[in-house]
């Protein structure tokens, strides 16, 4: 199916910053203990269609190079966080991209996975990369903020992007923001089916 007449269009920077900001509303979970795990996981398995994303720490220095130290994972029901280096999260979150009956849909996911298999082995099945998607339907933008703003109507704050995200504890605004890229991944691609763009 072609893209609706009304969505074959780019988003300026202005347009995008009169849209309405959007920030995830519901239940965030920073995954800290095994219980947290376990109920991350119970969560997790039980969806057909997660959102996620991963931050890692901003290098400012030629050479430099960091690990991705967070991955977070959007269900209908909350978003959870997985600070990378405070627990082995190999099972959970390797299961997860290995399950074929969840679709993992983000955004510009080789280069994340490429990376997440650099903290542990990810053999990923079901996974979905949104701009693609947007690409092969004729779509110039196929970023986050810029697909959010053409197929959502929403804008998706990208003030603290550059933070620290290798911190032992996460910011209030570090947690919304990085709930909301999972939440708005899922969110996508709950449209791009509606609107029948998958096939």
Request: aromatic share 8%; proline share 5%.
């Amino acid at each position: 199916m072609t893209l609706p007449p009304e969505f074959l269009r780019t988003v300026s920077r202005d347009e995008i910053n009169e849209l309405p900001i959007r920030r995830y509303e519901g239940e965030v979970l920073v995954v800290g203990t095994m219980q947290d795990l376990d109920r991350a996981w119970e969560d997790l398995a039980r969806e057909t269609v997660v959102g996620w994303d991963t931050e890692t720490r901003p290098a400012f220095r030629k050479g430099e190079v960091h690990l991705p130290c967070l991955v977070q994972a959007a269900t209908a029901h909350a978003v959870y966080l997985f600070q990378l280096p405070k627990m082995d999260f190999s099972g959970v979150v390797g299961g997860l991209f290995t399950e074929p009956s969840i679709v993992k849909a983000g955004i510009s996911v080789a280069d994340d996975l490429r990376q997440l298999n650099r903290v542990f082995e990810i053999k990923e099945n079901s996974v979905i990369d949104l701009g693609t998607v947007a690409h092969r339907h004729g779509m110039k933008q196929t970023g986050l903020r810029n697909l959010a703003g053409i197929f959502l109507g929403i804008r998706v704050p990208k003030g603290i992007k550059t933070s620290n995200w290798a911190a032992p504890r996460l910011s209030a605004p570090q947690i919304t923001y990085a709930a909301t890229d999972a939440w708005a991944c899922r969110e996508l691609y709950l449209r791009f089916r509606e609107l029948g763009l998958l096939g």
